[in-house]
């Protein structure tokens, strides 16, 4: 049961973190074309980083791909396993009120960690020159904790 | 807090847990974990548990200590 559980929260969790590692180059791009913005005159360049891009599509496919094919066993219908979380175990009485206490956790860890994250917010002017993906890793910190308070609640009341 | 024969009688009938889960419609988990009693199940599936044993919910369900009144 544990690793029915446990299984797709850190598949879940390597997603996000890849996907926060992907996002920088995308990022810094974004700065340098902000910077080209202000001054718009040629000749002006972006370099872009492209194999974090890469990794995230190389690993995270077959993830993805992996978390739909259990989710249609799961959720009948395409739309379903497409769209819902693999972590949601519904499949009788018991399983629906566990993950109902799990979302409650997961909502409550919500109504810490975004207050937390957007207080962090404030540090970025500070740190912006030599940490400019700062807020990156702050908002991908809130579903991550959030994914942590929902796994582990359910496994606590599996 | 709730208290149950649920074991006592699937074991009277030779049901293993499995075979009263899919009779009931929960997962095999839930059976255990009712006759361990660390879950509360609805009325509807009490009811039908009750139906599988051929007995009344009074005599699968009590309930017993401080929640009792």
Redesign the interface.
């Known amino acids: 049961m544990k690793r029915k559980v446990l299984q797709p929260v850190l598949l879940n969790i390597i997603i996000i973190a890849l996907f926060g590692w992907a996002v920088f180059p995308l990022y810094m791009a974004q700065i340098q074309f902000a910077e080209i913005m202000k001054n718009p005159e040629p000749p002006w360049e972006v370099t872009f980083q492209f194999t974090p891009v890469f990794i995230f599509f190389l690993i995270c496919t077959p993830i993805a791909y992996y978390l739909y094919k259990r989710n249609k066993k799961k959720h009948k219908g395409f739309w379903r396993a497409l769209m819902l979380p693999p972590e949601l175990e519904e499949a009788d009485e018991r399983e629906q009120y566990v993950t109902a206490k799990a979302c409650r956790t997961s909502y409550i860890t919500m109504y810490i960690t975004a207050p937390v994250a957007t207080s962090l917010l404030l540090l970025y002017p500070l740190v912006q020159d030599s940490f400019s993906y700062y807020p990156v890793i702050v908002i991908l910190l809130i579903p991550l904790s959030q994914m942590l308070a929902y796994f582990i609640s359910l496994n606590k009341n599996m | 807090m709730l208290k149950n024969r649920v074991k006592e009688l699937r074991a009277r009938l030779s049901l293993t847990q499995e075979q009263l889960a899919v009779e009931v419609?929960?997962?095999r988990?839930?059976i255990a974990?009712i006759e361990k009693g660390d879950?509360v199940?609805?009325l509807l599936?009490g009811i039908k548990i009750c139906t599988v044993f051929g007995e009344a919910m009074e005599n699968i369900f009590w309930v017993e200590g401080e929640d009792e009144r």
Request: glycine share 10%; aromatic share 10%; charged share 0%.
């Open positions: 419609g929960v997962t988990q839930t974990s879950y199940p609805s599936l």
